[in-house]
């Protein structure tokens, strides 16, 4: 049985009881929001383990909410929005979401969905160990407190731009980021 925290951001009531409904049944732990300011406070608050986001919503739209969650971290977000249109799908998925799902949709499929999200997160995860500031991935050791590099135990010379850069992209693998995005990260333009 999972006991993964989920939190679905969704101004539909219906949406987010029904989705509460089968996730709970599943074993996941599931906290709602109707509003994307509501859902990012709550986001603070429950450090879930999985977003569910609709697009369209009063106070602040899911993309902003996906957007401000991927500064915060890499936890695994999922569009379930009725925005079905190929421009939409593909700006959800370049703003930081994992999956994207055009409403109306089937419960069990949401439901693989999540664990197939979940489980390529948590193996993500197992992969990439992390301590604060330095990062190893096989014969690599990235050390950003230090501002080293060691690849099979012998230290490689970067500027240090560009092991920000590695570390950015390393911190987060499985995300995929834009131009904009990587200069905002890593030399900070916006």
């Known amino acids: 049985?999972?006991?993964?925290?989920?939190?679905?951001?969704d101004d539909d009531t219906n949406i987010c009881e029904l989705l509460?409904?089968?996730?709970?049944?599943?074993?996941?732990?599931v906290t709602t929001a109707n509003d994307g300011e509501e859902g990012l406070?709550?986001?603070?608050?429950?450090?879930?383990?999985?977003?569910?986001?609709?697009?369209?919503?009063?106070k602040m739209d899911g993309l902003?909410?996906?957007?401000?969650i991927r500064k915060l971290g890499n936890t695994p977000v999922m569009m379930l929005t009725a925005k079905g249109e190929t421009f939409d799908k593909v700006l959800g998925l370049e703003l930081g979401a994992d999956d994207y799902m055009?409403?109306?949709?089937?419960?069990?499929?949401v439901v693989a969905r999540i664990k197939a999200v979940l489980r390529?997160?948590?193996?993500?995860?197992?992969?990439?160990?992390?301590?604060?500031?330095?990062?190893?991935?096989?014969n690599l050791r990235l050390d950003m407190n230090s501002y080293e590099l060691r690849v099979?135990?012998?230290?490689?010379?970067?500027?240090p731009k560009e092991l920000e850069l590695l570390n950015c992209l390393a911190?987060?693998?499985?995300?995929?980021?834009?131009?904009?995005?990587?200069?905002?990260?890593?030399?900070?333009?916006?």
């Open 41 to 58: 406070d709550k986001f603070n608050q429950v450090k879930p383990d999985m977003v569910l986001l609709d697009v369209m919503m009063p």
């Open 152 to 159: 099979k135990g012998k230290v490689v010379e970067a500027p």
């Open 102 to 109: 055009v409403k109306p949709f089937d419960t069990k499929e």
């Open 64 to 68: 902003e909410v996906c957007r401000r």
């Open 20 to 29: 509460r409904l089968y996730l709970t049944k599943e074993g996941y732990q």
């Open 120 to 138: 390529r997160c948590t193996t993500t995860t197992a992969q990439t160990e992390s301590t604060e500031g330095v990062i190893e991935f096989d």
């Open 171 to 190: 911190s987060h693998p499985n995300r995929v980021y834009t131009r904009d995005q990587l200069l905002d990260e890593v030399w900070g333009f916006e």
């Open 1 to 9: 049985m999972a006991n993964e925290k989920i939190l679905v951001v």
